[in-house]
């Protein structure tokens, strides 16, 4: 008889070759997880290669999740059990697994040559190498072969199915229900019952091995989470920044038009939108990125809620629209989802490298709004921030994801329809000015004098005629200009106006007795948070502050940062906003952590670059 053992939190890493399927197997293990009631935090982990040879090191794919009875911040520093599919996903991963770790390794894959590939001289699974670790030897390829020889699938297909033996196994281990994952084959493989059902099999197969296999002695429960009320479904941040998107177009009563050229890891946003045509959202697959954000733009001067999504590369192309977008002050939502640079760089990994071009990579003074979610579920409320700013304001917001936040995934709760903010527009429909003769006419920009936004006139509004173009227009009437004093005077209004933004203060989380401040912006939060915690508990006194408003900063933010000895900004960079906060704020000592490995801080590094820093006086 199993024995069964309460854990408070566990995490799992499973890697294999790209073609293993361990993306779609850490998917379902994180949605059946999530319907536990668990808390969860993910990290997928892609090669950056788009086929790397089978079997090699830079072939090797991973998906991680940390689920606990408590909530928490990231993904897991190391993950505690490993599922490694062939050598390459052992060696690979083995690095992080934390000592006295479990090992489910697949031993078909353990041949002379595949060892051979990734630099084994021996057999770890015989030389001892892994005596510190709890390793279970299964022949996961044979046996998911084995448990379909009835079913009517190829040898090829069957061996393919051994991702889900491994989940089946998984699962059982970790007390985790299937029955959601058998509906999902069959809704994926439709067309293909007899690969659902395969699939299917072998997942049960990988369940009864468990519970049958002598060396599974002990299995595992996590208790799910004590979370607000509220209805939960798991999301990624590239899902909440579409539906976040989705959500604006409802708030303000715009059409949602999307213009996007795929790239990773923004092509899911284009992806998700495609699917909400009902709530009046459009998404066009353009030529390039230049015709995405083009088509975007035009339209928002029709009267649509513009956007368009990409990744480094894409944005540096689209900077030229953008700066016209900021000479016609229209709204424009802009989604970098930042990946490792420059150039192509690493595809797959994460990097927040691009702050700087947010903040500067237009020709000429051309300010816009730059916001940044912190976590995935927080994208869908820094795209209804970002949309409220972008109409409001008639200017261009650009949204700073990165790869870690758009393909981690995490409980989040759903919010009332009521809640949602009424970020509705008033069009111009009438002139608001008089002209020289002291007749009616419409003056397109006349500014609000709390917002200073120009009116947003649809085309075709009669009366309404105006001139747009990149040529600086007439302070008031729009004309062409080559005047000194009024270029001076539209460049000035213009950064005055992202001056002047609304946005909320700057929180910080301090008990009482801080001399250092950590203060991080995007998906450093999760990693800080943990680091703070860690730190609190050994009774060493740190406060924490996030920026999810970067142009412009909250308005407290030089007192917040007047308070503190020492401000440490870590950063997946060289050091761009603490660049920033130096010019801003220059009595500020700003402290950089910086990394650029196209990987999260774990929160045991940053834990132990704090405590130096504090130690340090």
Not at 175 to 187: D, H, M, V
Not at 225 to 233: D, E, Q
Not at 292 to 305: D, E, I, N, Q, R
Request: charged share 20%; aromatic share 6%; with cysteine.
């Amino acid at each position: 008889m199993n024995t069964v053992r309460q854990l408070d939190r566990v995490v799992i890493r499973f890697a294999g070759d790209s073609g293993d399927g361990m993306q779609l197997t850490g998917d379902r293990f994180t949605a059946e997880t999530a319907k536990l009631g668990n808390d969860l935090s993910t990290l997928p982990n892609y090669p950056a290669e788009i086929r790397a040879p089978a079997g090699t090191l830079p072939g090797v794919s991973s998906f991680q999740i940390h689920f606990a009875d408590t909530d928490i911040l990231t993904p897991g520093d190391q993950p505690e059990v490993l599922i490694a599919m062939n050598p390459a996903a052992l060696k690979a991963n083995l690095r992080d697994l934390k000592s006295g770790g479990t090992i489910v390794v697949n031993t078909d894959e353990f041949t002379k040559r595949n060892l051979t590939k990734v630099g084994y001289e021996a057999n770890p699974l015989e030389d001892g190498s892994l005596d510190d670790y709890q390793v279970h030897p299964v022949a996961l390829a044979g046996l998911t072969i084995a448990a379909l020889a009835e079913y009517e699938v190829s040898k090829k297909d069957a061996e393919r199915s051994k991702n889900m033996f491994a989940l089946g196994l998984v699962s059982w281990m970790y007390s985790r229900p299937t029955e959601a994952t058998e509906e999902f084959l069959r809704g994926k493989f439709k067309a293909k019952p007899a690969i659902a059902e395969a699939n299917i099999a072998a997942l049960k197969a990988g369940w009864n091995y468990g519970e049958t296999a002598e060396a599974f002695a002990v299995r595992f429960e996590v208790p799910p989470a004590k979370l607000n009320a509220g209805t939960y479904r798991n999301v990624t941040g590239n899902t909440a920044l579409a539906w976040g998107i989705t959500a604006a177009g409802v708030a303000s009563g715009l059409p949602v038009f999307l213009g996007a050229y795929p790239i990773t890891p923004a092509s899911d946003i284009l992806h998700e939108l495609s699917k909400h045509k009902r709530f009046g959202v459009t998404t066009v697959q353009a030529e390039d990125e230049i015709a995405a954000v083009g088509a975007a733009l035009g339209a928002s001067w029709g009267g649509a809620l513009g956007v368009t999504t990409s990744s480094g590369p894409g944005i540096a192309l689209k900077s030229e629209t953008i700066s016209l977008a900021v000479s016609l002050e229209l709204p424009l939502l802009v989604v970098d989802v930042q990946r490792a640079g420059p150039s192509t760089g690493l595809p797959t990994k994460t990097e927040q490298a691009d702050l700087v071009m947010a903040m500067f990579g237009r020709h000429g003074e051309a300010p816009i709004a730059v916001l940044a979610p912190q976590s995935p579920s927080d994208c869908f409320d820094i795209m209804l921030e970002a949309a409220r700013i972008g109409l409001a304001y008639r200017t261009p917001v650009m949204v700073l994801s990165d790869g870690y936040i758009a393909n981690g995934a995490e409980p989040w709760r759903l919010p009332d329809l009521a809640d949602l903010p009424d970020i509705s527009v008033a069009f111009a429909t009438e002139p608001n000015g008089v002209d020289a003769k002291g007749e009616p006419a419409f003056l397109p920009y006349l500014r609000d004098p709390e917002t200073l936004a120009r009116p947003w006139a649809v085309p075709g509004t009669p009366g309404l005629q105006h001139r747009i173009g990149g040529i600086e227009k007439a302070d008031k009437t729009g004309d062409i200009s080559y005047d000194p004093a009024n270029h001076d005077h539209m460049v000035r209004t213009r950064a005055a106006k992202i001056a002047g933004i609304d946005v909320p203060d700057l929180e910080v989380d301090d008990q009482g007795d801080a001399d250092v401040l950590v203060l991080g912006w995007g998906s450093t939060w999760g990693p800080i948070g943990a680091a703070v915690r860690g730190l609190r508990d050994k009774g060493v006194p740190i406060a924490r502050a996030h920026l999810r408003y970067l142009n412009p900063m909250p308005g407290n933010t030089a007192e917040v940062l007047a308070r503190y000895d020492k401000v440490v900004v870590p950063e997946m960079n060289l050091g761009q906003l603490a660049l920033l906060l130096r010019g801003n704020f220059p009595g500020v000592n700003v402290v950089g952590y910086n990394q650029v490995r196209g990987l999260p801080f774990t929160s045991n590094e940053l834990q132990d670059a704090l405590e130096e820093v504090i130690k340090n006086g």
